[in-house]
């Protein structure tokens, strides 16, 4: 497997563990490293699993591709995707483009975003009722 097709396999174990989650993946070439934009930028900072998923995937890409470097980054950060340097976007199921306000977490990590219905479609909302 290529230090690409890891990467890409890695971007959608995260969004199928996390629905609300876009990663954008580029490559540069020139210094080796390879670079997952996380949007909302909430769950970057999030304690509540995604920081053991992320940790994961970095421990495994350094064993498997010990000369290149792997970077997650969110809005805000130094770090832009440039065009020339793309390489894909994978989004979760139920990702909206906008950043999500009001999210709280609770002590016992779970999540709660104000207004949800607003950032579902109406179509998806039996989902979250199971």
């Given at each position: 497997?290529?230090?690409k097709k890891f990467v890409i396999n890695g971007m959608n174990k995260i969004v199928d563990s996390f629905?609300?989650?876009?990663?954008?993946?580029?490559?540069?070439?020139?210094?080796?490293?390879?670079?997952?934009?996380?949007l909302p930028e909430f769950y970057l900072n999030n304690p509540?699993?995604?920081?053991e998923l992320q940790h994961s995937i970095?421990?495994?890409f350094i064993s498997k591709?010990?000369?290149?470097?792997?970077?997650?980054?969110?809005?805000?950060?130094i770090i832009e995707i440039e065009s020339d340097n793309y390489?894909?976007?994978?989004?979760g199921k139920f990702y909206k483009n906008h950043d999500i306000k009001n999210v709280e977490l609770f002590p016992d990590n779970t999540t709660h975003i104000s207004n949800i219905d607003?950032?579902?479609?109406?179509?998806?909302?039996?989902?979250?009722?199971a």
């Open positions: 497997m290529t230090s629905p609300f989650v876009k990663c954008t993946y580029q490559f540069d070439r020139f210094s080796n490293l390879h670079s997952i934009e996380v509540s699993g995604f920081s970095k421990r495994e591709f010990p000369y290149e470097r792997l970077s997650f980054f969110t809005n805000g950060n390489i894909c976007s994978v989004s607003s950032l579902i479609d109406k179509e998806t909302n039996f989902a979250l009722a």
